[in-house]
Each structure stands twice: as structure tokens, then as C-alpha cells.
């Protein structure tokens, strides 16, 4: 007894069986039960479901009994996509605020060194994890290695990034003085400002683009009707567009941030 057995007719009797436990083709009757024994037994033919034309294919010589997915199964199947999709998309959010919180405005922020990595005995790993980062005052940030030896790697990170500093290496710690910004580089960091927030929004649509392919699959397998789908999609959508103003949001604050003089 194949799930597959009962093809186009599903979606019908899903989108119906929302409405009523029981219900009558034209001279079968046909019932749905909310639980693990979730069967109907129809003939095959042309027909009508409250005045609606349903064809069931003929899988077999006479009529038989077979398993529908549940109402249940198919909510948990739907909100498993819409948990995973707005989960991943907050994930997103968090990533573009990291990001930005790494490009450096005219107040010292530990989180300017967020995606500094360090190769440590020869493995890259991020230069919170080794050292300890203060800001003493605006406009100075303090590093102190939890081991000395790591002194030069952490320079040569820093020196090799594009922050744009140059840090001072007394063999205990490492200094980081913030000049003030200039007006060209403030365009510079700006431009990396507006790819990062680019990168946030391609993020966030590839995640609705996969969301849309999971809700298709569902169509495909008939757990889902077209109806079904275009509502979900709208859904979806609206979900999307407040995500991309998030982002939006965010950077509009980060280049504000970094126009103050």
C-alpha cells in the first residue's frame, strides 16, 4: 500500500480533509482519521468532490485501501521549513552585525578584530581565542596574548589585515592606536561596508530560494496542492522582505557610524 498509489488525488483530499473528517464521492463514501492509521478507501474514475471534478488513476484492476499522510505529518513537514528558514535567516543577520562590527569607525571596539585569524602553531584560529582585547580609552585597543610566544603571529595578522593599523610590540602586549579617519578612507570603508550588507541580502534570498524548492518537493510528492504552495510562497516572501530591511537597517546605522566625525 504505496503512498504514491493514490497520485493526484491526494491534494484533494488533503485540502478537504482540513475542512471535514468525512466526506462522500459521488457514490463511494471516503473518510480521513487524524492518526497512524490514516487510510481511505476509494474507487477509481472520474469523481466529484463538492462539485469538483477529481480524476483518480487506475493503479490497479479494482478498488483498494491506502495510507494518506496525516494533517498532522504534513503541518509537521511545513513547520519544520518555516522554523528552519527563519532560523537560518536570523543566523544571517547575526553574520552581517559581525561583519560590520569588524570595520573600524572612529570609537576602539574589540569587535573590530573579530575576523582577525592567527596562525598558531600552524593552524589559523581567530585571534579572540589566543588573547585577551581590551580598550583602554576611544581610540586605543590593548592585546594580551595568554601565551608570548604567539606575539609575532598576531602582529603580522594584524599588519596583514585591512584595518589599516599598525600595532606597537613592547614583547608583552600588543597596542593599537585609532588615527582619525580620513575623508577617503571613510569612502574606502564604506564600499566594504555596502558589499558586506550586498553579501547579507544574496544570503538571505538564497535562503527563501531553498525554502520555495522544499515547499515544491511537498507539491511534487501531493502533500501539498498548487493553492497550498502559492499561499506558503507569499508567506515566505513576506518573511523575506522584512529580513532585507533588517539588513538594510543595519547598514544604514554602520554607515552612518562610520560618516560621524
Known amino acids: 500500500m504505496a503512498t504514491s498509489s493514490f497520485s493526484s488525488a491526494t491534494a484533494y483530499l488533503h485540502s478537504f480533509s482540513r475542512r471535514n473528517s468525512s466526506f462522500s464521492l459521488q457514490g463511494t463514501s471516503v473518510s480521513l482519521w487524524r492518526s497512524s492509521a490514516n487510510y481511505v478507501k476509494i474507487d477509481f474514475g472520474v469523481k466529484k468532490i463538492s462539485g469538483k471534478s477529481v480524476v483518480v488513476r487506475q493503479f490497479s484492476q479494482r478498488a483498494g485501501t491506502f495510507r494518506c499522510a496525516t494533517i498532522e505529518e504534513i503541518e509537521a513537514e511545513k513547520s519544520l521549513i518555516e522554523k528552519d528558514t527563519k532560523q537560518r535567516m536570523e543566523k544571517t543577520i547575526e553574520t552581517v552585525r559581525s561583519n560590520f562590527n569588524s570595520v573600524r569607525t572612529n570609537r576602539a571596539n574589540p569587535s573590530m578584530l573579530d575576523r582577525i585569524e592567527v596562525e598558531y602553531y600552524g593552524t589559523p584560529v581567530s585571534l579572540k581565542s589566543i588573547a585577551q582585547i581590551s580598550t583602554p580609552d576611544a581610540s586605543s585597543i590593548l592585546i594580551s596574548p595568554f601565551d608570548k610566544s604567539s606575539l609575532k603571529s598576531i602582529e603580522k595578522a594584524i599588519v596583514t589585515s585591512q584595518l589599516g593599523l ?34 547579507g541580502k544574496v544570503a538571505v534570498r538564497n535562503i527563501r530560494r531553498d525554502a520555495l524548492k522544499a515547499y515544491e518537493k511537498l507539491e511534487k510528492e501531493k502533500k501539498l496542492s498548487e493553492d497550498n504552495v502559492k499561499d506558503l510562497s507569499a508567506d515566505l516572501q513576506k518573511m523575506t522582505d522584512e529580513y532585507m530591511k533588517k539588513v538594510e537597517s543595519i547598514y544604514k546605522q554602520k554607515e552612518q557610524e562610520l560618516m560621524k566625525v
Open 166 to 199: 599598525t600595532p606597537s610590540n613592547d614583547g608583552d602586549v600588543i597596542r593599537l592606536s585609532l588615527p582619525p579617519l580620513t575623508s577617503e578612507r571613510r569612502k574606502e570603508l564604506s564600499k566594504v561596508v555596502a558589499k558586506l550588507a550586498e553579501e
